[in-house]
Structure formats: C-alpha cells, structure tokens
C-alpha cells in the first residue's frame, strides 16, 4: 500500500487502527503520524526521505548491522524524533552518550539489553550523569519499540538516583557585578556580554544569536533554542534603560551583537570558553554567564516579583527551577518585607523591663 507516497507501507494493530510507516531496505521502519491526509503526515514523510537521502545505507565494512545496540542508535540518529524533536543542544549530548555506548557495547543485540544490564550502567554514575543517560537510553528505547527493534521498554520503572541538595551554578552578587564592571568599562564586548546576559535573563545559547533585529521599540523577541523545537514559545521581554544605554555606547555592525575578533558569530560553547576568560580577568574565576541568569532571577525575587513573573522573563516552564534558581535572594530584606504587611515598624525605641536602673 503506497498511498500516492513511495516506500510508505501501512498496517494494522491489534486493536484495529492503521498505522504507517517509511520504510527502506537496510533501514528501521520510521513510524508516521496516522492520518494521511495531514501536513504533519506531509511533514514527517518529507523529513523520513530526507534523512535517507543524506545518509543512505552503508554497505559492506563498516555497516552496523541489524539488530544490535550500534545498528539502533544509527538508525535513531535519523529518525524524526530525534531530528526534529530535539533541540540541537540536547541533541549534541545525546549524541556524546550514544556514542560511549556504542563504542562500549555497539556489537552487542539490542534485544540482550535488560532491565538489569542498564540499572547497573546508571549504578556506577554520579546522579546528574546518571540522570542524563536515562534519560537518553529512555529516548533511544522509545523509538526502538516504536519502530518494532525491542518489544518492551527497559528502561520502564527505573527511578533515578536523587542528589544532593544543591545550588548548582554559582549566583552573582552585587559585589562580583559592580568587580565585572570596575574592570570592563562601558563600550567594550566584555561589559556588553555581561549586560545582555543580566538584564534579559537568557542562556548563553540564545543571547549570541540576539541582535539589532530583535529589538523594536522597547521590547526584546527571544525564541528561546532549548524549547524551539518542541513549542512556540516566543519571549517578548522589555528593554532595561542600562541594557539600552550599553547597546548604545558599543559599536556592533553585525547581525548579532557579540561576535568574535574575526566578526564571525559565536557558538555556545566558544562564548563560554571566552567569557570564562573575561571572567578571570577581572579576578572571578568562580562565576560563570550562566550564574548571572541567576543572579537576574535573585534581583526580581528581591524586588518582590512572583515566581510567575520571573518566568515570563527567563521562559522557565518549571517553577521549581524558578525557585532554585531564587535561594541567593537576600534573606533578611525579604523577611523584613513580609513582616512591614503585617507589623508596622515601631516609631519609638522599646523601653525593656529594669532599664532605667541599668
């Protein structure tokens, strides 16, 4: 059954309902949406053959052969959700895993991989790492059922292991931004770095793809990377006067506002590494552009915005992480802020009991 599209094949389940696939000889069957008449149906046949198209089968030496855990992971690496349903960055770690694995038991049947072999895997891990490989090996799983390579999911009912309670990246003080900005004056890239990163919020990843034509009027349009592909969720976020007032005193020319010493822009990683160095220069070598997402997040929980509101800017879907990212906020300012709602300051000094004969 062709259905007007070539090598898409149809059948039915056990419970009555079609389902349609993209299939080539030398590949897993690629699992379609199940209504053909869709653009998504259009949509995901024309990435299916095109994901073929750019890496057709291997021959000979070198091929992964069928059924093991390398030929799995081959053909996951083109499948469309892995190609379209995964951020680039989030495709870039999965890939480094992937590879461990295969390189470690890529000879070995997919099928053999139990419950028990994967619990001991993630076992010898620290919890973050091991968190971050289920979280792949469960990615992998789910298209190997799909696709019909594994009956069941092993990875299903594996709980990863908790960690310790913790701060993560180090959250900028005051005192560390005003350092920052003693050593780099207004009008060089360093303190334009700095600016963008405090005063929108945003990951490294985002804020080297902005420039002037995200900017109109006084409103910033973010497309935050790390959730473009599996939602539209666009961040209008207000120009901050200091931000405006920086971007105004340091030349660009250029599609984005940081860019390299050779005009090229900069990727995620090479932004990092460069702001670490800027960083060091200014005798901070324990903060990080990420600390000062955090340090943003600290300033408007202590001007007294809610956790709902802090999100609108950062594009957190998780309040949790809105209120981890909030545990630096100043302690006693906020106390005190709760307390002037319900007991107004005292006017004049309490007398205490036997202080006049002190």
């Known amino acids: 059954m062709n259905l007007n599209f070539p090598h898409v094949v149809a059948d039915k389940s056990r419970h009555g309902r079609m389902r349609y696939y993209y299939r080539r000889p030398g590949r897993p069957k690629i699992r379609l949406p199940d209504n053909p008449n869709s653009p998504l149906f259009l949509e995901a046949y024309h990435a299916a053959k095109a994901a073929f198209l750019i890496e057709p089968p291997k021959r000979g030496k070198g091929r992964s052969p069928d059924g093991t855990v390398a030929g799995a992971i081959a053909a996951y690496y083109q499948h469309n959700s892995f190609i379209h349903g995964l951020a680039p960055s ?116 985002d804020i080297v793809r902005l420039g002037p034509q995200h900017i109109t009027g006084n409103t910033i349009t973010v497309r935050p990377q790390k959730t473009e592909r599996t939602t539209a969720k666009t961040l209008l976020i207000p120009l901050h006067s200091e931000l405006a007032r920086i971007l105004a005193a340091t030349p660009t020319g250029h599609l984005s506002y940081l860019v390299t010493e050779a005009g090229a822009p ?38 007294g915005c809610s956790e709902h509101q802090i999100a609108a800017i950062t594009g957190h879907d998780s309040l949790a992480l809105i209120r981890l990212y909030t545990r630096a906020a100043a302690q006693e300012k906020l106390a005190a802020a709760a307390y002037a709602q319900i007991d107004p300051p005292v006017k004049t000094p309490l007398r205490l009991v036997g202080e006049d004969e002190a």
């Open 266 to 303: 900069f990727s995620q990683a090479g932004f990092g590494n460069w702001f670490r160095d800027r960083c060091n220069e200014a005798g901070l070598p324990h903060c990080t552009a990420h600390g000062l997402r955090k340090a943003q997040c600290r300033r408007l929980a202590e001007a």
């Open 90 to 205: 989030t495709q870039a770690m999965r890939r480094a895993i992937l590879e461990r694995l295969r390189n470690d038991h890529g000879d070995k049947p997919l099928a053999g991989l139990e419950r028990r072999h994967i619990a001991v895997l993630l076992g010898k891990m620290k919890p973050y790492a091991a968190h971050n490989w289920l979280k792949t090996l469960r990615g992998l799983m789910t298209f190997a059922v799909e696709v019909e390579l594994l009956a069941e999911d092993p990875t299903v009912n594996i709980k990863r292991a908790k960690a310790k309670a913790s701060t993560g990246f180090h959250s900028w003080s005051e005192g560390e931004i005003a350092q920052y900005e003693a050593h780099h004056p207004v009008g060089s890239r360093a303190r334009l770095a700095l600016a963008l990163l405090l005063y929108t919020a945003q990951r490294r990843a």
